[in-house]
């Protein structure tokens, strides 16, 4: 069991996009008040008082999409302060990122994972649940932007879904070729969207890689990040590939990480509610600090049971009742 230092904050669970994979289709989702979302100020006390004190270092912002908080730089500004912070990072689908790129590096952000599941505008359309090529165009202005201020690793998600961007996954790949960026292939999960994931079912990563190998030939990288990723590389390309194989390849046992939504419960677990305690609750109500990290610090005695539990199931059955957008998985 590795040691929990990894800490993914929701900042917020509003979207601007509706991606099939990640929010239900037609549904009505109860978006959080926004004096229910976690501060600035209280993210930065349950960092300083809670979590680094239980050695916490690493932080990754999260939402729904980040760039929709106001006060986003401030809270970069505020996290990259920090003596122990090791690691920050955040999670976009880079629609708002352009003008955002140069500011949230300026505040200290120097890594960045950005959704890309289609290089074909109308298919990448139909994805996130829009229409016409223009968000398309911004995604691809908002990568341009990362990597042209520094950005380093960029890395470049996809969910890969069967007959609808399947097709696609070699000309991901290849975007790796001449740049240094990191594609990372993700096998589609069934939270809050268990219809589509009926109909569509999932393609394992070996498939995947057996295919890239086919192409081009693949070895094992090198260097290893801070998530669950496997990581491979082209013969002579300049970035790498990653799988992240939540369905066929459990990685329980390497999990490192919890999760704190944005209107303050404390997840050990992606796909497992079992432990979860709502922090915001705490604060407000004038609890110690001291009490709080005495809470976290149970739920963080429990994660290794409930790893447990979920490897040797070998399945996605758990208690989890919200939607990825709302977890900000």
């Known amino acids: 069991m590795n040691q929990v230092d990894y800490l993914r904050i929701s900042l917020i669970d509003r979207c601007n996009f509706r991606c099939h994979y990640c929010m239900p289709e037609g549904a009505e989702l109860d978006y959080i008040l926004r004096q229910e979302l976690l501060t600035r100020e209280e993210i930065l006390t349950l960092l300083q008082g809670v979590f680094i004190p239980l050695g916490f270092k690493k ?8 760039l929709l908080r106001p006060d986003l730089i401030e809270i970069v500004r505020g996290i990259a302060s920090l003596e122990e912070t090791e690691d920050l990072a955040l999670s976009t689908n880079a629609f708002l990122l ?7 590096y300026d ?19 139909r994805i996130i649940g829009k229409t016409g090529r223009y968000h398309w165009l911004k995604t691809w202005e908002g990568i341009q932007a990362a990597y042209k201020v520094g950005f380093n690793p960029l890395k470049l998600n996809i969910v890969v879904i069967p007959g609808v961007n399947e097709q696609e996954v070699l000309d991901l790949a290849a ?21 589509l994931f009926q109909q569509r079912a999932w393609i394992p990563s070996a ?30 390309a300049q970035g790498t590939l ?25 997840r050990p677990c992606l796909l497992n509610e079992t432990g ?20 976290v610090a149970e739920v963080l005695a429990l994660k290794p049971e409930i790893n447990y539990k979920q ?17 900000g998985g």
């Not at 932080?59 to 980040?66: A, N, Q, S, V, Y």
């Not at 352009?98 to 949230?104: C, F, K």
Request: with cysteine.
């Open 107 to 125: 505040a200290g952000l120097r890594r960045i994972n950005i959704s890309l599941d289609s290089l074909d505008p109308d298919n990448f359309a």
């Open 207 to 236: 498939e995947l890689r057996q295919l890239i190998r086919d192409k081009w030939g693949l070895v094992t990288a090198e260097v290893r990040g801070n998530g669950p990723a496997d990581v491979f590389t082209i013969p002579e």
């Open 276 to 295: 979860q305690i709502n922090l915001k609750t705490s604060l407000r109500n004038g609890i110690e600090l001291t009490q709080i990290r005495a809470q």
């Open 311 to 327: 490897r040797e199931s070998g399945t996605l059955e758990g208690s989890y009742s919200r939607t990825m957008s709302q977890i």
């Open 175 to 195: 975007l790796t070729l001449d740049k240094p960026w990191h594609v990372r292939f993700i096998e589609f999960m069934p939270i809050g969207n268990e219809e």
């Open 242 to 266: 990653g799988f992240i194989s939540q369905m066929s390849e459990c990685f329980c046992d390497r999990c490192n990480r919890m999760r704190l939504s944005a209107d303050g419960w404390l």
């Open 98 to 104: 352009a003008p955002l790129a140069q500011p949230l």
């Open 59 to 66: 932080f990754r912002l999260t939402g729904g999409e980040p």
